[in-house]
């Protein structure tokens, strides 16, 4: 006699317990988000090493801000040395900056035919109000002195060219009006000719009127030729003018190039020696506590490079040194959220600790024992994340996991539908 097992009420809850699970296991791994992220080994690295502090250049102690024993943040004053040499050279500089400036603009007005330069582009350089006017009216003097010295150059050469061409117009007025008195003389000479045939007239008289022609004819040659020299020389002075201009533009251009290049080393100079105007107030360069300060009052020597003082960093902060993959090198940056447990303890001994990605190194790296490449990870526990170690004693080189949080998240359905959504994807690619 067979059991009809669908009426059996004990399995019926039971699918019906069965289906609700799967249904509730199905829309949790649909809905809710896991985070994503990089998984990554790595060990505990305590940094507790002193940093010194020095100077590049060195100076004179103007104002002690700390004492031994202060605790200090990254980036407070510590100590400043006195910045009058310094200002000195960056001053020195700003006047040349600011000559070659003004050059620039007094060579600019030259060339376009300007009738003052324009010194705006002062204005942005942060000079004394004496030392500006200084360096304009010197530059103005020497705009004036270029100038009319140019325009003298070129009145010469007009004045000549304008005689040159006035001399010709006056012997060619003269050829013409000579040319007339020729035409007349002619005239006359022919009807003399007529009279002497019919010795109506002396022979002598035709002679003398014969040498009147031809003094007439001499004299329009010599206007001819004069007149030729004249426009000669007007062009080869048009000429001189063209040469004078160019020349003077020439010279111009070749001054503009070199106060150029100047400007661009006297820059690079300004931009180092505010450096070196920058570096006159000592800063702190990681938080930390104050020892070993190696002087004790204004107006010591600090010798380049010399030890001042050395900041001992706060102990409660751990750094953790992690190995990633190549592939997941992408996905890993400055800034990232990272979680961290320490191996070492068990898990319900040692809480989860959360830190931040502070560096990732710059190549590849090979370990040695196993050639293994991988890309080296720097992540810091801040000392407040530490203290929920509550005692716990943490050493150099204690096993970690970490988690570094990529910002993503994705459901547990796109996890197990993932290798069916790739294998559809490569066959039909392929198909």
Known sequence: MKTDLSNDPTIRTASLICLLGLGGFLIWAGLVPLAEGVPAAGQVVVENDRQVVQHLEGGIIDELLVRDGDRVEAGDPLLSLQETASLAVRDEIL?????????????????????????????????????????IERQRDLFEQQRQSNQADIAVLVARRDGARSAKELYRDQVRITQRALGSAQDQLELLRERVGRQMARVDELRALERDVAALEAEIGSLRTQAQTSETLELDLEGQLAQAEATFLRDISAEQLEVRASLATA???????????????????????????????????????????????????????????????????????????????KSWLAPQLDGEVVGVSADLKTDPATGALYYEVRIVIPAAEVEKLDGLGITPGMPAEVFIFSGAS???????LEPITESLFRGARTG
Do not use: K, M
């Not at 007005?109 to 004496?130: H, K, N, V, W, Y």
């Not at 994705?410 to 197990?416: M, P």
């Open 95 to 135: 006047l040349e900056i600011a000559a070659g400036t003004a050059s620039l603009a007094r060579l600019v007005a030259l060339r376009d035919g300007q009738e003052t330069p324009d010194f705006d582009a002062l204005d942005a350089l942060a000079l004394a109000e004496s030392d500006r006017r200084s360096v």
């Open 267 to 345: 820059r690079e100079r300004l931009g180092a020696a505010q450096d070196v105007l920058n570096r006159v107030v000592v800063t702190a360069p990681q938080a930390g506590e104050v020892l070993n300060l190696a002087f004790a009052t204004r107006g010591g020597v600090v010798r380049p490079g010399e030890p001042i003082l050395e900041i001992v960093p706060d102990a409660g902060q751990l750094t953790v040194s992690a190995r990633i993959q190549p592939g997941d090198r992408a996905a890993v940056y400055e800034g990232q959220a990272v979680r961290t447990r320490i191996t070492a303890y």
């Open 410 to 416: 994705r459901t547990t359905l796109d996890y197990l």
